[in-house]
């Protein structure tokens, strides 16, 4: 299974930004799918995350200025954030949470990341 992730790149401060990230392969069944990110010299971090029933869960440094949206049949999911602060600059990794179709386990994923910078 692989996850290809896009959006990131540099943003002024106040901006916003929109990151997708498409899963592909043998997938029976997505559960969760999400967003972390790693800032520089930081543990990697929850952004957000939806289950496979639209709950979502968000860091409360984002929750009032992001929204987290999936297309199940297309195996997508997006981040939309609004207001950025050079504080959100970071690696931003995507991860999906899944039953393989080859095995019927649960399995997870994780991007490559894709880079947000928040800079004037």
């Known amino acids: 299974v692989q996850l290809a992730e896009s959006g990131g790149g540099l943003v002024q401060p106040g901006g916003s930004l929109s990151l997708s990230c498409v899963a592909s392969?043998?997938?029976?069944?997505?559960?969760?799918m999400g967003w972390y990110r790693q800032a520089p010299g930081k543990q990697r971090e929850l952004v957000a995350k939806?289950?496979?029933?639209?709950?979502?869960n968000y860091a409360d440094s984002v929750k009032d200025r992001s929204i987290i949206s999936r297309d199940n049949a297309k195996k997508t999911v997006w981040l939309q954030m609004n207001s950025l602060k050079p504080e959100d600059t970071a690696v931003y990794y995507c991860?999906?949470?899944?039953?393989?179709?080859?095995?019927?386990?649960?399995?997870?994923?994780w991007g490559q990341g894709t880079l947000v910078t928040v800079s004037s």
């Open positions: 939806i289950t496979s029933g639209g709950s979502t």
């Open positions: 392969g043998p997938i029976f069944r997505i559960n969760a």
């Open positions: 991860i999906v949470e899944f039953v393989g179709s080859l095995t019927y386990r649960p399995l997870e994923t």
